[in-house]
Every structure is written in structure tokens, then in C-alpha cells.
């Protein structure tokens, strides 16, 4: 039974995030803005709706997300002119990667129409921003050509096992797999490539997938990462014996599909990447809790109502939706986030258990601010 745990809700002032102070002096936008441990900035990802159609366990319990949760109103959400203007000085400062997360973002209303704005964005190389997205899959086969007209690069889709039982306990809303797979076909169908499939691996309730799921994605081209059930928020329930650390899933893999390890694509890449020896394909393992990768994380975070946040488990944000709803300049609020990053000192993983940790107020909810 997972006791009732009301989280964090701006709204409810408890961790309100103030807007970060302008400073007087303002210097010219750059690239070379370092965090307290030599971190630049690089990647973004945004949260455009803090709804979803599933309930999965790990990040979204139905008996706390339920009908009587005191979810965003439309008025609170940053608009697509107002993301569009943040992501542009987010660019200005370096960022080159942007991921549109949730809730489930396909269940934002004409998400098309921001992406069309997003990929008009250049970095500060002159190239179009390396626009990703995040889906649970359900409305995939509604949307995915429309979201490649649109101008979106790459997707991932999350998927926690083929039995259908067994998905059901994890999303704990009844959707079936076979909708998923469809909306995976369909996205191959509008073209998009190099597709992701993330599982996450909840110990004693789906890791009996893990070789189906090898097995099926295996020789498909879509690369399948596996992630570690991971402590975010405050109401999952989380609890190390429910953790399978990806060193055993490699393990069992290996057993029936030999795999070895290939580099990085790039500093900072969360997957680490595995390939079959057979040439079939690559697998992915995203080990936040048993092999932390906080020294490479050049991730900031914006919720769906313009919180900045710095990490995935931080306790409370800043607000840079006052700062695009005032008279404040584009160079004001890049100022802005030059010196909220420089401060940044986050690592929660390496200290994961430790006092510090522990002492920390209650986390942030993922479905707010994106995985
Ligand atoms: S725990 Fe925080 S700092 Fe570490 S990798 Fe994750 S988001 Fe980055």
C-alpha cells in the first residue's frame, strides 16, 4: 500500500520557485557559462502538459494523480510563443539538443504547431536545434506524421513489456501493448529513424520481460535502452530491492544475446551504449542509481508553467515564466540563466542516500518537469 503522499505543487507555496534576480550588470549572452562543477549547458528539456492518459507506478500513481490532483490549468502553462522565445535565449547560452517531455506531451493540443516554431531555432552554430520527444505511444499512430511534417527529428518511445499483464501493471490504466507497437510502426512508417525505446525495470514486476523485450527489438533499428527504477518525486514508493542495477540486465542479456560495450556518441550521453557482437543492433542501460553519470549532466529542466529546474531530483525551481510575462528583455532573462546555472552544484545521484539527500524536502514530481 503506498501511503497517501501529497507532492509538491508550486501552487500550494510550499516550494514556490522565486524569479531568479536580474543583475545589474548584464554581460552579452555566451556559450561558456559553467555550473560549480565545470558543467556547460546544454541540453533542455520541457514539459508541456503535466497530464497523462497512463498512471505508470514509477511515475504517475493513480491513488495520488487522481481526479480530485490539482493538475495545471490551461492559463498556468507556459504558451508555445512563450516556450519558443525561452528556447530561443536557451540557444543563445549553448543549448543544442531540446526534448519535449510531460505528463505525455502528445496530449498537448496541436503540439505540431510548437514544433513548427522550434525547428525554426538556430544554434549559436547556425544549425537547427536536435529537436527529441518522449511518448508513451498510445496516440503515436495519430500523430507521428504530422510530428515529422512538423519538423521534429527523433523520438522515444517508453514501453515497460510485451506480455500484456504485465504492461498493464505498470501503466495501471488497461492500455494495451499491441497500441504501442502500432504507434511505433507508424512512426516508422512517417519516416522518423534511429527511434528509442526505454524500459523501465521494476524489480519482481516486469524485469521477467527484459529477454522478450531484447528479443523483439533485436534487428529492428530501434534501439531499446533499459532504465533503472529510480527515487523520483516523492510518491512512487521507491525502494532499492526494487532497483535490478543494470550490470545484472546485461548480465542476463549476455547470456542468450552476447553483447559488448561501444563508446559514447558524445560527453554527457545518459545511455550507456552496448551493441550485439552479432551485428544486430545496439541496446541501451540509463543507470542513474548504480552508475551515476551527474559529473557529465549538462540537462536544465522547464516545467510545464516555466519553472527552471536544475536536475531531475531537485526540491524546488526557479520562476522564469514572471520573468517572460514581464517587461523584462531577452538579455535580462539570458543573464538570468547564466547565473541560476552558474550556481548549479546538483549531483543528487552521487549523493543518493546520503544525509544531504535524505534531508533534502520532498522531490519534485517527473510527470511536472519531464523524465
Ligand atoms: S541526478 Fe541530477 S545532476 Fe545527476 S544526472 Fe540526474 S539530473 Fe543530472
Redesign the pocket.
Known sequence: MVEKVIPIRLDEGKDKGLAPPIPGQLVAANTSTKDTRGRPLRDLRISVTDRCNFRCTYCMPKEIFDKNYPYLSHQELLSFEEIARLTTIFASLGVEKIRLTGGEPLLRKNLEVLIEMLAKIRSTAGQPLDLTLTTNGSILRKKAAALKAAGLHRLTISLDGLNDEIFKKMNDVDFPVTDVLDGIAAAQEAGFTNLKVNMVVKKGTNDQEIIAMAKHFKGSGVTLRFIEFMDVGSSNGWDMSQVLPSKDVAEKINAVFPIEAIEANYPGEVAQRWRYVDGSGEIGFIS?VTQ???HE?T?ARISTDGQMYL???ANAGFDFKTLLRSDKSDLEIANAIMNTWADRE?????IRGSNTATAATRKVEMSYIGG
Do not use: G
Not at 546538483?346 to 552521487?350: F, G, I, L, Q
Open positions: 542513474s551515476t553519470f551527474c549532466c540537462r536536475c531531475l531530483f546538483d549531483h543528487y545521484s552521487e
